[in-house]
């Protein structure tokens, strides 16, 4: 029996690998084990090669191992592919209706399973997924009864006949499995908790955590990896009273969600890189007018369409200098699905206390990666909607822009009397009325760029300590596997994430680095961009190395051992 | 009514003496007090241009937003808060060069939101370029020897594009544009209201004059029916498009909004965004 | 008699003052004076005043003093505005026509004369400008030939009728002048070589920089202020056999010039900021596509709509940084008018020489102020049109990105037989094919990323030296006045400028970061953005010490000095 | 005649089984060969979406650009260089969503540019999202309860904003659709053809069946005259823009390029780039 097991689902893509895969992952997340999720796809629809391979464990861990103990062939190139990652104790299972005439190296474990000829021989040969869903189970030892619910949930809309018919296969399966795959013992799990809990992506809980944010309107414009934010929101928006528009483009969706935040409504937009680009002028003009926006942005391989379907995290330092002239903004970079859901929360929060936009900024791995979570408490963060100007207090004339201590001045929303006011992106002065005095054009960019300064001095990194003098230091779902290089590593050294980026929390990386004697700094970008922007800010050029990688794919526990090696 | 007055900041516009926006503005107060409109319930939200300024001489909520992008703004708010009423206004280089793709979704969307094109075919504030809307032929510093591309017709664009309210009007015919706007407001759904008006220091062939003497008032034809769709095509066809007056409603169609949210329904800005334990556990059981 | 002379001339805006200040600097200029020029307009068309600051003299300066000799007001706020910039022996000369019913300190000079009218007697009020630039020519001792001339020059398309009644407003000018203007003569200037020198702004340059470049398209959009570069090369071009295109939008604009120059034409457009945020999709298209393309950026204030008439160096660090995913880019900042030229043409060459974007980043001051230049040399630069492709050499396979030392591949221009080939924005391999291979990823984007590094080692930094250990370094038009103040300086420092930003020439900055002891960088933003781009790539933190302004203002000689003071 | 297989590249397209891309790829093969055009001289500029990819699947030269984007980069490559044949291709979403204005300013600016629509009325590439071109009431993973806008009608859009070539197509038509291409690329000035492809995968309305069903083949209607505007426009609206055929020409108007350079003038690309002394002295001079 194993604690933890990592194994590759693979087939034709657009023939339900991935749905299958996540089936699988649901009912082992509902039974108690922790799931993580890596997916290999192309930027197409039907045909090619598409794998998925879980890692599913007893204890929680955001990565999969770089080997396999099992690979689920569905297609000839899933073998082809993907042979090399088997562990030396591995063992392929394939679908017994391919062919397989190419060679392999002989230490290569291969076990024909009969995944179509059950579908068939129950009616459709589009029941090979729930077939493979079942034989998988049965390797692992999730019980019958489990599956069977699972299929049951997945085919809920399908009516009764289709979900007896699937029935019927896991039946042989099973069947079949009891009679042929005893010796298979050896790759059942180990019996978990039984504490049924969510699986959940990034962008779903990005979703979730906007609504419970209180996230009422969502414009937006298709684009992977992000479209799932807008997707979701589209069912869940309507029916908590808000609205969803897909919209023309994201130039028309970053100016609609900054005419319905100063419209009073708390509202997002989510794209990737090429939408973001198209945004930049528009992000401007509410860093000028100081309207909060929420924008998602999940990152995937760049320049221009670069790899659609690929990782990389390269748009972090055109956020955090990018845009013509001057501006405050807030970068927040989650780690881990639960908090893609708590970090959204704060976005908005953050938007309306600071008046400014704020990016979420995640990354293809996080943002399509299902993850089993913990239980996650919506009201652990309060909705915080900032300083609102109230009416009929007897103030003087209202001022938008009004100079105040902290450089934030009370918002009124249209509607309210009393409040009337003009907003343009026009220099302007207190009253937001165009000005072009050098003294009132000072004032203003004084106020708006050091607003958000008290951020600065947030402790916003959080450090997993051995006590070592070297840091691995990284952000967004890259994380994740330097945790587990950490956790099975000999000689751990320090590890940590930064989960605010804009403003650079200054004064605790200032003691990081007086501490620490190196500072190695992991991230998916060829020209170091968390580093280039700590080091333009503070320095230390001599204590800050990187790692980083470009390639689209995210790093391998392995790739992060072989860096430890060097700083041991 | 309430006084046109109530409607004015009194800030002095920056506008040339004799721009056609003055009336512009001056119509959008008196549709104002003639609708009664309170003033913290109006919403002016208008694109760069001199036609851009005109958001800033409202008494009254007003949004300046960035060149071309006053509509997909104006939606966001309309879509935030559906109690107020919501005035677009931009030029014809703002809604029919770098805006025009907004222009014809905003038509398809049909907001109750409605859109003033302050049309004097010329890109004034950059000092004088050519714009989409400016004839064949037109010389500025742009097309020096004369512009070569087919102008749009803004009335025609829009009415094939599905528009449920189209208007026309002239600065100098005031009465006639405010009662046009007046009805484009009253409107439920995307109301546009093309006007013409004319920059007297850059655009020295679509003046006052030319206007007066191309324009055709089709109030004062007794025959159109702007309910009939065919008519108005027509009618822009034969006109070229220079004619003023309603030009074409559909008021069959409800507005996007209604069929979004129940009519009873609270503007999303004034929502409880508490939510309630039970209902986050109810979406949560969805992902196990 | 002076060797130079500060004048401002003031209006109300829209009623001829800035032409006929221009007109009075053509005058000087072909007299053999130098010339430099300060705008302070409004963005609106008419209306408001709007005033123009001259520095003439035999010498070559870039800069206007802080304070002026003579202010010649055509309204009563350039009265107001401007007498506390009049020096103590300064006069203000007002049309008479004026009413000026408000309080100066006693001890302002005003002097009024008939500008009004003269011109009315003469036929029309709308002559006052030949009057105010025949006044301030005799104050200056232009004779009344040398004005004629520049009158006749001016009015030329208008003819003899308007020719002949300008003249006889000029005749008596001269006459009142020579009756009653005689204490006066200590004004004049000293008489200059007689070289006629050509009168430009940095648009004008940069337009015929573009047409001696070879450039044959420019598709454009217009905004302040960049508009004259459009302007100009639609009048040019069409003689050129070329095409000017005014366009849609930004997004037009730049995709339209990466079509045009893949498609073998030395292509361009110009804009300002907001245009080049909506730029910035395109910006990468052409990155990844290795499509040389030139963009002239004059900066304004930002962000967002800002300040558009007025000066700012604010865009710089969003295009070095910005954009989504990464790729590269060439940035060149012109210090001077005939630097603009020569930057212009040298941005051509490294187009096409290293197939990427190049920036030519100018500002407001660079690009609207005229100034007097020296004879333009366009030979000086060869065209160099980088690797082409060369059809029927009997090669192997065409391959458009095929990998090669230094990282440069032959372009072949569509026309070309045997040069068939696939562009895509996708992440693509050698023959332009979309790939999303791992390795295949790595070397695409390292052959991208490094082709620009041998730029790094040039020489960009020109310094003036005085063998101190202090450096005040700049970029664009600030260049000017940093070298005006040394030059007045009883203990000047060592002073200069960086003509490409990006790459950034590390080498030779190094060097400079060793040398000295402080480098002072002055700069017209906030965030001070080329020392952090300095500080991000070299360190030298403690060095490296910022002057800033961003209140929409060029510096003032007196800001310089100040400043230069705390480092002597 | 040239072989039709010397326009194909050999390489596999990523598109499912069915779609209806296929054949549009096809049909501009064929076109190419019916009209001789050498490779090297044939251009083929693509959006991004499923469609988007047709441009690597030809032997020609090929661009594939940014979404949205097609027209303005093949107007850059045709202005640059008049002697190549320019196609531009995409998505409904592609060319009616992000990159609608510049659709319709190509239309105005009538360069010899021919604009493929592979309008399968989704977004394929996505994974199925509504287009500005879905049908109201059509649901998917972005309106779950159906669409709610108006779709907008190429044709008439097209037609209303003054386009001098407009024909329509349908992947299942082959003949018809490689013949209206052809005279398409023919035409001396922009010529937009819209082609229904269906989406095999994620639009379950749009099929081939339904557009057998619901297509009108104007070549079988031997009364039609696509010289007549208001024909043309008659029966967009009657057909609710379901027909295909050549819907209208107009071979009066010359294109832009022809307005700027002299026919025989050589392309910009070609061009001796050295400017004399003389030239650029006399130039100079203006400037003192
Ligand atoms: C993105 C962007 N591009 C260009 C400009 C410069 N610009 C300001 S107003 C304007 C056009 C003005 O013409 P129009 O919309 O017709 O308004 P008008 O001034 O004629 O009233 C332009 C191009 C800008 N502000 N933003
Ligand atoms: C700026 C930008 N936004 C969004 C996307 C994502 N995207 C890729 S293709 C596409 C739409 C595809 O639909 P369509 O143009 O109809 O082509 P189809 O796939 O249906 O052939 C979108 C939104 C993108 N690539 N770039
Ligand atoms: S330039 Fe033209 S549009 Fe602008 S204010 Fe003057 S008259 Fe009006
Ligand atoms: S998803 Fe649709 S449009 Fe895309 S390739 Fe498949 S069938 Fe064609
Ligand atoms: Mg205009
Ligand atoms: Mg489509």
Redesign the pocket.
């Known amino acids: 029996m194993n604690k933890s097991m990592s194994l590759l689902i693979g087939g034709i893509q657009g023939e339900g690998v991935i749905s299958t895969g996540v089936s699988l992952m649901k009912a082992l997340s509902s039974l108690g084990y922790y799931v993580y999720e890596k997916r290999d796809f192309s930027s197409r629809i039907k045909g090619g090669n598409s794998a998925i391979t879980i890692h599913a464990g007893i204890e929680k861990k955001l990565w999969v191992e770089d080997q396999v103990k099992v690979i689920i062939a569905l297609d000839d190139d899933t073998v082809k592919k993907y042979y090399h990652l088997l562990s030396s104790d591995g063992i392929i299972f394939y679908d017994a209706a391919l062919t397989l005439d190419f060679q392999l190296p002989e230490k290569i474990k291969l076990i024909p399973l009969p995944i179509t000829e059950i579908a068939k021989a129950s009616g459709a040969t589009l029941m090979k997924n729930t077939s493979a869903m079942g034989f998988i189970s049965a390797l692992l030892g999730i019980t019958a009864d489990n599956v069977t619910s699972a299929i049951k949930n997945k085919y809920k809309h399908k009516g009764e006949e289709i979900i007896n018919k699937n029935i019927t296969v896991l039946k042989n399966v099973f069947q079949y499995a009891q009679e042929n795959l005893k010796e298979y013992q050896t790759l059942k799990l180990t019996p978990a908790n039984k504490i049924s809990r969510p699986l959940m992506m990034g962008n779903d809980a990005i979703s979730l955590g906007a609504l419970a944010a209180g996230c009422r309107f969502i414009a937006s414009y298709p684009i992977t990896p992000a479209s799932e934010v807008m997707e979701n929101l589209s069912k869940l928006l309507p029916k908590h009273g808000g609205v969803a528009l897909q919209v023309e483009d994201e130039i028309a969706a970053v100016n609609m969600i900054i005419g319905a935040s100063y419209g009073g409504t708390r509202s997002m937009t989510a794209t990737s890189g090429p939408g973001l680009s198209l945004m930049m002028?528009g992000i401007g003009l509410a860093g000028m007018t100081e309207t909060p926006i929420v924008i998602v942005d999940a990152q995937r391989s760049g320049p221009s369409t670069g790899l659609p379907t690929k990782h990389e995290q390269s748009d972090l330092i055109g956020l955090y200098f990018g845009g013509h002239g001057e501006y405050p903004s807030i970068i927040l970079t989650p780690t881990s699905v639960e908090d893609c859901f708590y970090a959204t929360m704060r976005a908005f929060n953050l938007a309306e206390e600071y008046q400014c936009p704020v990016f979420l900024l995640s990354d293809l791995s996080m943002s399509l990666s299902h993850q089993t979570i913990d239980e996650l408490e919506p009201h652990r963060i309060q909705i915080n909607r900032g300083k609102l100007y109230q009416p009929n207090t007897g103030q003087e004339e209202y001022k938008r822009y009004q100079l105040t201590e902290d450089d934030i001045s009370p918002r009124a929303l249209p509607g309210t009397a009393g409040g009337l006011h003009h907003t343009t992106g026009l220099e302007h002065n207190e009253l937001g009325f165009p000005n072009d005095q050098p003294g009132n054009r000072r004032n203003m960019m004084d106020k708006r760029m050091k607003k958000t300064a008290p951020l600065q001095e947030n402790e916003e990194i959080i450090i997993h300590s051995h006590q070592r003098d070297v840091l691995f230091l990284s952000f967004g779902s890259t994380y994740g596997v330097i945790k587990g290089a950490m956790e099975i590593a000999e000689e751990p050294l320090d590890y940590g994430y930064i989960q605010m980026i804009k403003p650079l929390p200054t004064q605790q990386l200032k003691r990081i680095l007086e501490k620490y004697k190196h500072v190695v700094i992991v991230e998916n970008n060829y020209s170091q961009q968390l580093a280039t922007i700590i080091k333009s800010e503070l320095g230390y050029h001599e204590k800050i190395h990187s790692l980083t990688k470009y390639d689209g794919t995210p790093f391998t526990l392995n790739e992060i051992i072989t860096e430890m090696g060097g700083w041991i | 009514m309430t006084n046109i007055k109530d409607y004015d900041n009194n800030i002095t516009p920056n506008w040339c003496p004799g721009c056609g926006?003055f009336s512009i503005q001056r119509a959008l107060q008196v549709v104002a007090s003639r609708l009664e409109i309170p003033n913290e319930k109006m919403m002016v939200v208008s694109?760069?241009?001199?036609?851009?300024r005109i958001s800033g001489y409202m008494n009254t909520y007003s949004f300046h937003g960035?060149?071309?992008r006053s509509l997909p703004i104006a939606q966001g708010i309309k879509a935030s808060n559906k109690d107020l009423t919501v005035i677009a206004a931009?030029?014809?280089?703002?809604?029919f060069a770098?805006g025009l793709s907004h222009t014809l979704h905003a038509i398809r969307r049909n907001m109750n939101v409605t859109y003033i094109v302050?049309n004097?075919q010329?890109?004034?504030?950059?000092k004088g370029?050519t714009?989409p809307l400016s004839e064949v032929g037109f010389q500025t510093k742009s097309t020096p020897t004369g512009s070569l591309e087919n102008p749009i017709r803004p009335g025609i664009v829009a009415l094939s594009n599905g528009i449920t309210f189209l208007g026309q009007g002239f600065s100098a015919y005031q009465e006639q544009l405010i009662d046009t706007i007046v009805k484009a407001v009253q409107h439920d759904g995307f109301s546009l209201v093309n006007v013409f008006s004319p920059?007297v220091t850059y655009n020295k062939i679509n003046t006052y004059q030319w206007f007066r003497e191309h324009l055709v008032k089709l109030d004062e034809d007794e025959g159109y029916n702007p309910q009939d769709y065919q008519m108005a095509m027509n009618k822009l066809i034969e006109t070229d498009g220079l004619c003023t007056g309603i030009i074409y409603q559909n008021e069959g169609t409800p507005s996007l909004l209604e069929q979004l949210q129940p009519k009873d329904a609270s503007a999303l800005s004034k929502m409880d965004l508490q939510l309630s334990k039970d209902h986050f556990n109810s979406i949560i059981n969805q992902y196990r």
């Not at chain 2, 694109?47 to 851009?52: E, L, P, T, V």
């Not at chain 2, 931009?90 to 809604?95: H, Q």
């Open positions: 002028e | 926006h694109g760069i241009g001199c036609s851009g960035i060149h071309g931009g030029g014809d280089g703002d809604g770098i302050l004097n010329i890109y004034g504030l950059t370029h714009s920059c």
